[in-house]
């Protein structure tokens, strides 16, 4: 039962989306929409924030020379490619460690191309808006209008392209085939789009849920609204008139860009290669690229979109992306039109960061400072700390603010309205990996002095970050700088915690869903079809023992356990013991399900399906006997238990998808 169960978990683990071409629409709204309930305009940042150190060549070399040999050494990575520039100048273009580990191969800045995730978004988003200038996309028409399929409907509203840009499409979590590794056959974006479609869990424009399916979405519309394939359109309409010679969306890469490539490494620098990642959907994630071609496309952006003569985008359109479009609260991180708010000191960072298994790499832009910050790391062990210490310190250092932190008293008992389980808004509710919801829940506390604690949340040291109310709903980080943000409804209830990234929420869990409740009712109901697993092979042992001597025969009013109670034991402490354990000793890095896991899937539907099936007997068994007046008591409080385990399991299973479906369609 055990091998049954481990390419199920292997995909439960990773976690962590016919008709002609559109007519040209009206040109886009470049002016950003009315803000809702919660979005707002933007903050100012201050014109000259507090430096304590010159940004310059020199002392930005002694910085990254410090911290990045250093963050390579600790968290065991491979090699690192930085950019930095300021006014169009660059002030540092540098590669670290090694491209390819075994070779000793150095890694170029100007030439070594790394695989660079979801900052493919960027490029994604100035496509749909370059479409959008010539008047073929509109902002905030139902996409449906340019797909030749549909997306279904949900909650009497349409998706549009403004709420796939602000991650508010309302889409749950897909991670079916979003990263394949020396594929046989790789599904063409429609074809991915088609059958990994996702759920709608929330209205769109309501809750922040980050999608890549969404992204995906869009990608497809640019090739459908301009009528070329979307990796070649970003090289036609970004790459080449940006000069970007050694970027693209082709994967695996053309063969002219072959040899360019860092190795991406999991685990750690002494096991091989992970091999080439193909994120699907392109759009979300495909891109490779080098520091220096990334300098260039931000140059472009702080220029108002020119570069050497050639224009990507207008100005005006420039600016509505840059645009706040969507935050919990006017003091805290938006999202903007595909970019997000980072915020540090008094800077105002924008941009994105991209993760793939082995890549982990970060695009900011300052505004205000006219400074690029790309940091590309090769190996899985940047995928915690690494780039959040990178851009703390490059700020404290550079940028280091005088503000001082101002807490107000806020009554005990309205912070305790914070309390409970929260599960994040990027999740998927129908498919098996919602199972990870429930291991991956935060449970907020406030403790006597009012400190706010978000369970598993920790600074850069390791220690659990506490929040004090510096306004209405509003905490910041004690010696720090984050901030949560608690949402309330009509009524005054917190339904969900923002935080510093825009791009998701902490949504409030139904009591019977919280992790707690639920785990201790499956460890219980464990324990005690476990006892019913000891039971049987104790009388098993002992029958072998006592193998041809009288067997002692039990107390009147004492009935054994069914075969049928037995079995369904069985199967649920193997089934049940194996995903947790898997849970536990699988990392982040294992690869997604692939559809070669889906006959794997189907048969722990199946097996799960007999657990059931035999639950369901040891339930009627157990209810038969309780009208019995010749039966002990213990005996009948041993079928009650049985039946009520089996019968919490049975909901456990079907509720959070260990039955279910294997696939989308």
């Known amino acids: 039962m055990c091998v049954l169960s481990v390419p199920f978990l292997v995909a439960l683990a990773v976690l962590a989306s016919a008709t002609l071409a559109q007519e040209p629409q009206p040109p886009v709204r470049i002016v950003p929409k009315t803000p809702s309930a919660q979005q707002s305009g933007a903050q100012t940042p201050p014109a000259n ?67 660079l995730a979801s900052i493919s978004k960027l490029f994604t988003w100035v496509s749909v808006m370059q479409l959008a200038e010539k008047g073929k996309l509109d902002l905030d028409r139902d996409v449906n209008t340019y797909l030749d399929f549909q997306i279904r409907p949900a909650f009497g509203a349409p998706i549009t392209l403004r709420n796939l840009m602000t991650h508010t499409g309302g889409f749950e979590e897909e991670a079916r085939e979003i990263i394949i590794i ?13 059958e990994n479609q996702q759920r709608r869990l929330f209205p769109p424009g309501i809750v922040p849920g980050y999608s890549n399916y969404g992204v995906g979405l869009a990608s ?42 860092s190795e991406g490494y999991r685990g750690n620098t002494e096991k091989p290669a992970v091999g080439f990642e193909i994120f699907n959907p392109a759009g979300a994630g495909g891109i490779s690229s080098t520091a220096s071609d990334m300098g260039r496309f931000g140059q472009a952006l702080l220029n108002a979109g020119e570069l050497d003569g050639r224009r990507i985008l207008k100005p005006e359109t420039l600016e509505a992306m840059f645009a706040p479009q969507f935050r919990a609260s006017e003091q805290m991180p938006a999202l903007c039109m595909g970019f997000y708010e980072t915020w540090r000191n008094d800077l105002r960072w924008i941009g994105h960061e991209g993760d793939l298994i082995a890549f982990h790499s970060l695009f900011f832009l300052e505004r205000s400072q006219k400074l690029i910050l790309f940091v590309s790391f090769n190996s899985a062990g940047a995928g915690g700390k690494v780039r959040p210490e990178l851009v703390q310190m490059f700020s404290d250092r550079y940028f280091r603010s005088d503000q001082k932190q101002t807490f107000i008293t806020v009554p005990l008992n309205e912070l305790k309205t914070l309390e409970g389980s929260y599960q994040s808004t990027r999740r998927a509710d129908s498919t098996k990996i919602r199972i ?197 008591k213990i005996t009948k409080v041993k079928f009650s238990l049985v039946a009520l385990a089996c019968l919490f399991l049975s909901w456990f299973a079907i509720h959070w998808n260990i039955i279910g479906p294997a696939t989308r369609l």
Not at 238 to 246: D, Q, R, S, V
Request: charged share 20%; hydrophobic share 45%.
């Open 220 to 261: 497809y519309i640019v090739e459908r609204a301009s009528g070329e394939p979307f990796e070649q359109y970003v090289a036609e309409h970004i790459f080449a008139p940006l000069g970007m010679t050694h970027s693209t969306f082709y994967q695996p890469l053309p063969k002219d860009l072959g040899s360019l490539p």
């Open 49 to 115: 924030p507090l430096s304590t150190h010159t940004l310059d060549a020199e002392d930005l070399g002694a910085f990254f020379d410090g911290i990045i040999p250093l963050q390579l050494e600790r968290s065991d990575i491979a090699g690192a490619s930085v950019l930095v520039m300021q006014d169009g100048k660059v002030l540092l273009q540098k590669g670290y460690g090694f491209a390819d580990a075994k070779e000793k191969k150095p890694v170029d800045p100007a030439g070594t191309i790394f695989r």
């Open 436 to 632: 990870g919801n429930l291991l991956s829940q935060r449970t907020t506390t406030v403790d006597k002095d009012g400190a706010v604690q978000l369970e598993d949340v920790k600074d850069l040291r390791g220690h659990t970050i506490k929040w004090k109310p510096i306004g209405k709903d509003l905490m910041q980080q004690v010696d720090g700088q984050r901030r949560l943000f608690a949402i309330r409804d009509a009524r005054g209830t917190v339904i969900r915690l923002a935080y510093d990234f825009p791009g998701v929420q902490a949504e409030r869990v139904r009591w019977f869903e919280s992790a707690k409740v639920v785990l201790f009712g499956v460890g219980l109901s464990l324990l005690i079809l476990l006892a019913v697993v000891l039971a049987a092979l104790n009388r098993t042992i002992r029958r072998l023992v006592l193998r041809g001597r009288p067997k002692p025969a039990p107390q009147p009013g004492t009935r054994w356990l069914p075969r049928i109670s037995q079995f369904a034991a069985w199967i649920w402490v193997l089934l049940i013991s194996t995903i947790f354990i898997l849970f536990t000793v699988l990392g982040d890095d294992s690869p997604p399900p692939t559809r070669a896991w889906d006959k794997y899937l189907y048969l722990v539907n199946a097996v799960t399906a007999i657990a059931i099936f035999f639950s369901a007997l040891a339930i009627f068994s157990g209810l038969f006997l309780l009208p019995r007046t010749d039966l002990r």
């Open 182 to 194: 020396n594929p046989k056959k790789i599904p063409t974006l429609r074809q991915f789009l088609i």
